[in-house]
């Protein structure tokens, strides 16, 4: 991109032609804004793990690039077609997953949990699904707590989404539902787990069938797979360690889906943000339900909505989530109604992706009124 002062501005080539499946089939007109890559490149350089980083605005890649490298070992640097572990700002999959079974008639956002899961009734008829996509289900949480962690491994070294159920089924107090935003992992594994029994699908298969490939995903999977988890175009994901760097992407907890079990690509990620403005994975006026903030049982409103945080800069009104998991963090932002989205996949955590997304964001400031 060529510099300007004020406003940028994009080349006549790219205000032409540039939408996103075009570039893909020529890499090399990838449009990068060098104000973004002097962000990028003063925090990454090109012998440490890093990131990919896009930014799309009504319709159109206005910077794609990628940082650092992806394996540190084989020397291969990251691309933008990497596939990284989105972590936390995966749950939007996972809540995108539930309002397509409701619009199917396969449930209700108010329907009590125990309705679906028999075990999970004895945490009440009040505790319903849409609390906890709310996060104000109640219920404790084996992230946060030893000892519903290590009841879960003692179950199961490697556990899966129906040992969580069976867990639950015996373990754990839960706070009255719907009085107290709590962030609940745990609460979105049972949300993972839910999309599975409804629809009689792995939460990958169903997200593959629905929203990967009508969306035009073809990198983005769900749940630790061997063969994808092989592939070349995978980041590793690590931990700075005084000087150096130590690869951290495994853990026992990696066979749970729900609450962030999604990796994907900021290419990938392009399509997804586009099927958003349309109809095509889910109606309007349903995904609106995502984006609206919670209200307590008191009253006051909580800025989430369904797996996005809502939020407030410069008088602009934008969605939100990070991620972190292992060695990887993310971050997206989106600003519907002015058709601005970033998404950054990092695969090092030393480095906030939430602060680029803020800085990036100001550098459109003036572009987006």
Known sequence: MTKHRGVPRLSALVLACLSFPAIAQAQQTYPRDARVDRLMNAAIDSSSPGAAVIVIHHGLVVHAAAYGLADIEARRPNRVESMFHMA?????????????????????????????????????????????????????????????????????????????????????TARPAGVKFVYSNAGFDLLGSLVEKLSGQSLDAFLQEHVFGPAGMPSSFSLWNPVRFADTMRSRGY????????????????????????????????????????????????????????????????????????????????????????????????IPDRQFSIFILQNRTDLDPGKFALAIFDLYRASLD
């Open 239 to 334: 931990d700075r360690k005084g000087s150096g760097w130590v690869v951290d992407d495994v853990d026992p907890l990696d066979h749970l889906v729900g609450s962030g079990s999604v990796y994907s690509s900021v290419v990938d990620l392009f399509h997804y943000d586009q099927a958003l403005y349309s109809n095509q994975l889910v109606r309007q006026s349903t995904l609106a339900q995502a984006f609206e903030p919670i209200r307590l049982a008191n009253g006051q409103l909580e800025p989430y909505g369904f797996g996005w945080r809502l939020d407030e800069r410069s008088g602009i009104h934008y969605l939100h989530h990070g991620g972190a998991w292992e060695g990887y963090l993310s971050h997206i932002l989106r």
């Open 88 to 172: 936390s700002t995966g749950k939007q999959f996972t809540a995108l997953s539930v309002l397509m079974l409701s619009e199917q008639g396969k449930v209700s956002l108010d329907d009590p949990i125990g309705k679906h899961f028999p075990g999970l009734a004895r945490f009440g008829s009040k505790l319903t699904v849409r609390q906890m996509l709310h996060h104000t289900s109640g219920i404790p949480d084996y992230y946060d707590d030893s000892t519903g962690y290590r009841k879960l491994l003692a179950m199961n070294p490697e556990p899966t989404n129906s040992d969580i159920v069976h867990l639950y089924a015996d373990w754990g």
